[in-house]
């Protein structure tokens, strides 16, 4: 029989994705439907496609076909290897929906039934190979804190605790391998994916590595400068202020966000903070800086 190149069939790389498999199936099958078609050839071309889907659309049957290899040439007589029984098992219970063999007028083709079955699924035949479990996938959510130092966890799964590492960041996952869902034939468990999600912190803001912090100055502190007491993750510092400092400046604390290679930055964003005149006392001040100061913020307005 003859080797069918289902890539070449559904014009598509041997490395496409899902999504880009099924992008050009649609495609093509608009264009080869028999009721629309004005194609010569679309009713065959039509079951062609199809029967290419069928395959890479599967996981399991996508990675089985790959194993042969891409060296076939055109018109190449083709036998499927001597042990592809014993390795491989497709019953009708796997085969997805709408891939039983009399959905299609005359059937799949010789190449498609001597790998995969008559009916789309696995020959019933020959010992099952032992086919891993499921990957599964857990959504998990840490404090800045603990993603700063290092934490351990435990899951909902009371025999399961997660170490997880220092620096790791918003929406990245981590793989545990074989903690997945179990082989329901005796084989390999699947992997367990954490996905990372950071909660919002009462003073930092975090982007990426990096994070941010809104300081409140006193007003003589911007004009005078001054050395003052900053929040971090790993504790306290001291950080100079330079005389003149305005509201909304910047000024960067390296190395002081999350750790990694390299470590991200500590952004502290000046905020002047006026004191209440609430005082006889305070009210005269803010009269005489008033008089002596002849300060305008809208002069350049």
């Known amino acids: 029989m003859e080797y069918r190149d289902y890539y070449k069939i559904l ?75 014993s390795a491989y098992e497709f019953n009708s219970g796997r085969a997805s929906r709408g891939a039983r063999n009399e959905d299609f007028e005359g059937g799949f083709s010789d190449f498609f039934s001597s790998l995969f079955g008559g009916a789309g699924g696995f020959s019933q035949t020959g010992p099952t190979r032992r086919r891993a479990g499921r990957d599964t996938q857990a959504r998990i959510e840490l404090d800045l804190e603990d993603v700063f130092k290092g934490a351990s966890i435990q899951l909902n799964n009371p025999t399961l605790k997660v170490t997880i590492p220092r620096g790791v960041t918003e929406g990245q996952r981590l793989r545990l391998a074989g903690k997945g869902e179990p082989s329901p034939h005796g084989g390999q468990a699947g992997d367990l994916y954490l996905e990372i999600h950071i909660r919002p912190h009462r003073l930092f803001q975090l982007d990426g590595r990096d994070i941010s912090l809104s300081l409140p100055i006193a007003p003589w502190e911007a004009a005078l400068g001054a050395t003052v007491t900053v929040p971090t993750l790993g504790g306290s510092v001291e950080m100079r202020i330079p005389a003149g400092a305005q509201s909304g400046q910047k000024l960067r604390l390296r190395g002081r966000g999350l750790p990694g290679e390299p470590p991200g930055d500590q952004t502290v964003q000046l905020k002047i903070v006026t004191p209440p005149a609430s005082t006889p006392e305070a009210k005269a001040l803010y009269e005489q800086m008033r008089k002596e100061l002849a300060f305008d913020p809208r002069a350049d307005l």
């Open 11 to 85: 014009d598509v790389a041997r490395t496409a994705s899902a999504e880009e498999i099924k992008k050009s199936y649609r495609r093509l099958a608009r264009k080869f439907h028999p009721d629309v078609s004005k194609e010569k050839d679309a009713e065959a071309r039509f079951k062609e496609v199809q029967e290419a889907y069928e395959v890479l659309k599967d996981a399991e049957k996508r990675a089985a076909y790959d194993q042969l290899g891409s060296n076939w040439q055109q018109g190449q007589q083709f036998r499927p290897p001597p042990d592809w029984a």
